[in-house]
């Protein structure tokens, strides 16, 4: 009825998705001048990206810096106006709604973000840092009833709740991660943007956090939005698994589509870059190098903007820009005119 | 050019038996703080060949850069203190030389690349005039030779247009150009023994895939050691011949990359090994190290790993195990490591 967004979303579970983003484009200006700001230009960060979400579902977003991934983010934060596009969580469009319905909407979609060190106040407790939330939202938890549901959240994420008023620099990264966790599960969210929550953490707490997040998730039917570029995470914890590129999204499927069969060069690339902790696999590995660097958003290439990089590209690609469609070869679709099965890891 | 003053033989040295290229014997390194004195390197051995890679793998504050900087001779004393051991360059000890002597083997003899190249390199000078610095000062080259010498460097580590680019600032590249940059840079003398320290973690993985390739390329050319510190395992297995695991300030360790990854002879290596998520574990939850890394200030008592091992028997709590010899240049820490190798461990 309302868009045609059916078939850009992947193999899906059936019913309605919690949240439906449509063609939703952030454009940065770039001016020129200091009293009369003249725009010369923009930096197309999120270029048409549409995807849904379900209910309890993970859906990954991988890419390379510069690609929009977190800018992405922050839009569905509401903490950007996007240029175009809009999103639907239950219904309603989250850039339209103001006051109080905003306020309630916010609630429901919450931040991990990435650095565990910057972004904990270091002046503030541990039970005010969680316990933050309910002053903006009041009706969530009556005041006499706050530090109970802090110490309810620390337990939660597996901190010992006695260390309520402790502060961020008595815990470790992993423990600290814990906390920004704890506090974006205060309002009792239904979807979580996970902004590259691991990639600060040594190996052996990364798993730690993971195993939270996934414990979460099953206890509290949380969706989680998972933005990272380490793809053997990003495998792990995804149910649907999101490509992007420079601005757009380039492949989106299942988990076991986007690794296992990828249609698009970026994916199979990136893929194949990927050090693969087998040191018997190097000789036998398939890998796709690229040549170059991403371009710059503030002006991509013309027609497909995977091509000047591309080792399959073609007079059409620099003309005709590929649609993000279902290409005959796999029922995932892939945003390019000459999408073929490629398999890159075992 | 790369006559050397520290050797008294030119003789090319060699692996096994003979004497090494670079060998760090029973190394100590503290720092002294107000809090009290940090034990950071307790006992650390290594050597390495012309031409082979050597991978230093640990988490944070295993001491994997603290070695590597002692062996430049760049760590700050005070607060570091070096209370022990010996660093053998050709057979000589760098930690006795006097410091004349030791500059003639720093950048000229060892080099080192540095993890974040934006903030290593001095943002107000172009990068033609940065490689050539040590060349003006140290080999007494004119500027035009210098800079000439600087556009073959940029060629050598694939920096497209290298004599246009040579003028050009270090905001004018990009993460990966930078990266080359410096590398450009450490060889700049010729160097025999190459230290990189976390070179591609800021890096993208497509990136990180060219610059691995290309140390790679270049220590194989130039018959260089390469001493590659890391946390990733995947990049180890990829890239390295032996590979030495440190956790709290000892090699606990140490054999081919091979053998590690197949049968790993110490609980930590193992734990590590499971912590990275694979293809069979989606939706399984991870194998996780439990608990948190070591207080240098306060470490445990006995092994510094019986705190969060899962085989920590009594003898753990008290002993400190000896690196034990398990054949074929293999040493492992623990004191059942041949028990974790025959498998009655587990």
Redesign the interface.
């Known amino acids: 009825m309302a868009h045609s967004a059916e078939n850009v979303s992947g193999a899906r579970p059936a019913g309605e998705p919690l949240l439906r983003v449509e063609n939703l484009v952030k454009h940065f200006p770039i001016t020129q001048g200091i009293l009369f700001k003249k725009k010369v230009g923009a930096v197309k960060a999120v270029d048409g990206v549409s995807f849904e979400l379900h209910r309890g579902e993970t859906l990954g977003i991988v890419g390379e810096s510069g690609c929009g991934k977190s800018t992405l983010a922050k839009l569905l934060m509401r903490l950007e106006t996007p240029t175009a596009g809009r999103a639907m969580l239950k219904g309603k469009d989250i850039f339209k709604v103001s006051g109080s319905e905003l306020r309630r909407m916010r609630r429901n979609i919450q931040m991990v973000m990435q650095d565990p060190y910057t972004s904990l106040n270091p002046r503030m407790t541990v039970g005010d840092i969680i316990g933050e939330p309910y002053e903006i939202h009041t009706e969530v938890a009556p005041k006499g009833d706050r530090q109970r549901r802090v110490q309810e959240l620390l337990e939660l994420v597996g901190l010992n709740p006695e260390h309520i008023n402790r502060y961020p620099h008595q815990f470790s990264g992993g423990q600290r991660q814990r906390i920004g966790i704890a506090r974006a599960l205060a309002l009792k969210p239904e979807i979580i943007v996970c902004d590259e929550p691991v990639s600060a953490l040594d190996v052996s707490i990364q798993a730690q956090v993971i195993n939270l997040l996934e414990k979460l998730q099953g206890e509290l039917d949380l969706s989680y939005i998972f933005i990272a570029h380490d793809l053997s995470v990003v495998r792990h914890i995804s149910d649907r698994v999101g490509v992007m590129y420079l601005g757009k999204m380039v492949e989106v499927g299942t988990d076991a589509e986007i690794y296992e069969r990828p249609t698009h060069p970026y994916t199979q690339a990136l893929l194949s870059a990927v050090p693969v902790p087998d040191p018997d696999a190097r000789t036998h590995r398939d890998v796709i190098r690229l040549v170059g660097d991403v371009p710059s958003p503030a002006n991509p290439p013309s027609g497909c903007r995977f091509r000047t990089r591309c080792w399959k590209a073609q007079e059409r690609c620099s003309v005709e820009e590929p649609l993000l469609i279902r290409r005959g070869v796999d029922p995932h679709p892939s945003a390019c005119h000459f999408a073929e099965l490629r398999q890159v890891v075992g | 050019m790369t006559d050397i003053h520290v050797s008294s033989s030119s003789s090319p040295v060699v692996g096994g038996g003979g004497r090494h290229l670079l060998e760090v014997k029973d190394l100590y390194v503290e720092f002294h703080t107000r809090d009290g004195v940090a034990r950071v390197i307790n006992g650390v051995s290594y050597h390495l060949d012309p031409g082979e890679t050597l991978a230093v793998l640990g988490?944070?504050g295993s001491g994997k850069s603290v070695t590597a900087q002692a062996i430049m001779g760049i760590l700050d004393m005070p607060p570091a203190k070096i209370p022990g051991g010996q660093i053998l360059y050709k057979g000589e000890n760098l930690l006795a030389m006097p410091e004349e002597k030791r500059r003639q083997v720093r950048g000229k003899e060892i080099s080192m690349i540095f993890q974040d190249a934006l903030s290593a390199l001095n943002p107000v000078f172009p990068v033609g005039w940065q490689i050539s610095e040590t060349l003006r000062t140290r080999a007494g080259m004119s500027k035009k030779e210098a800079l000439n010498r600087a556009v073959e460097l940029m060629d050598l580590v694939k920096i497209p247009a290298a004599r246009a680019r040579v003028k050009d600032y270090p905001h004018q590249f990009?993460?990966?150009?930078r990266q080359r940059v410096m590398i450009a840079m450490a060889l700049a003398m010729d160097p025999k023994v190459l230290i990189a320290d976390e070179p591609t973690t800021a890096l993208?993985?497509?990136?990180?895939?060219?610059i691995?390739?290309l140390l790679g390329d270049l220590r194989r050319d130039l018959n260089m050691g390469l001493i590659l510190i890391t946390?990733?395992?995947?990049?180890?297995?990829?890239v390295?011949d032996r590979i030495a695991v440190m956790y709290a300030g000892r090699i606990v360790e140490h054999a081919d990359?091979?053998n590690v990854?197949k049968h790993p002879a110490h609980p930590y290596t193992e734990?590590?090994?499971d912590?990275?998520?694979?293809?069979d574990?989606?939706g399984t939850?991870?194998?996780?190290?439990k608990g948190?890394?070591p207080n240098l200030m306060r470490p445990p008592t006995g092994c510094a790993f019986h705190p969060r091992c899962k085989y920590a028997k009594s003898v753990c709590t008290t002993e400190t195990p000896l690196s034990l010899d398990l054949g074929h240049g293999r040493t492992s820490a623990c004191h059942f490591a041949k028990e974790m190798l025959d498998g009655t461990l587990r």
């Open positions: 988490e944070s990009s993460g990966g150009m993208d993985v497509t990136v990180q895939a060219q691995m390739d946390h990733d395992l995947g990049v180890v297995a990829d390295a990359v091979r990854y734990g590590l090994l912590s990275i998520p694979r293809l574990s989606k939850e991870l194998a996780t190290i948190l890394p």
